[in-house]
Nanobody, 118 residues
Framework: QVQLVESGGGLVQAGGSLRLSCAASGIIRFNAMGWYRQTPGQQRELIAAITSGGFTNYERSVKGRFTISRDNDKNSVYLQMNSLKPADTAVYFC?????????????WGQGTQVTVSS
C-alpha cells in the first residue's frame, strides 16, 4: 500500500502562490495521481488529476490557475497554485489509482492546510 505525504501548505495573501508536494512511498509512474481539497463539513473534491502519460484535467474553479505535474523519478506529484483566492482555503490531499477513474484507492495522508487571506 502506497503511503502519501503532502507538504507545502501555508498562509498566503489573495493573489499569491504556493507549490504543494506529495511524496509517495512507492513507485507511482504507472499510476494516475490526483489532488483533492476539503473544507470543514464538505466532502473531499478532486480538483486536479494527471495520468501516467502526463495528461491533465482540472476542476473548473482552478483551471488556468493551478498546474499539476509529476516527477516519476522522485515518486512525487506537485500542485502549483497561482492567483490564489480565499475560496481556495482548504486542506489539500493527494491520492493515486491505476486510472483517473480509480483515484482515491490509497490510504489518505494528513493533508496540508492552505489558508488564503483576503
Amino acid at each position: 500500500q502506497v503511503q502519501l505525504v503532502e507538504s507545502g501548505g501555508g498562509l498566503v495573501q489573495a493573489g499569491g502562490s504556493l507549490r504543494l508536494s506529495c511524496a509517495a512511498s512507492g513507485i507511482i509512474r504507472f499510476n494516475a495521481m490526483g489532488w483533492y481539497r476539503q473544507t470543514p463539513g464538505q466532502q473531499r473534491e478532486l480538483i486536479a488529476a494527471i495520468t501516467s502519460g502526463g495528461f491533465t484535467n482540472y476542476e473548473r474553479s482552478v483551471k488556468g490557475r493551478f498546474t499539476i505535474s509529476r516527477d516519476n523519478d522522485k515518486n512525487s506529484v506537485y500542485l502549483q497554485m497561482n492567483s490564489l483566492k480565499p475560496a481556495d482555503t482548504a486542506v489539500y490531499f493527494c491520492n493515486t489509482g491505476r486510472s483517473i477513474a480509480t483515484l482515491g484507492s490509497a490510504e489518505w495522508g494528513q493533508g496540508t492546510q492552505v489558508t488564503v487571506s483576503s
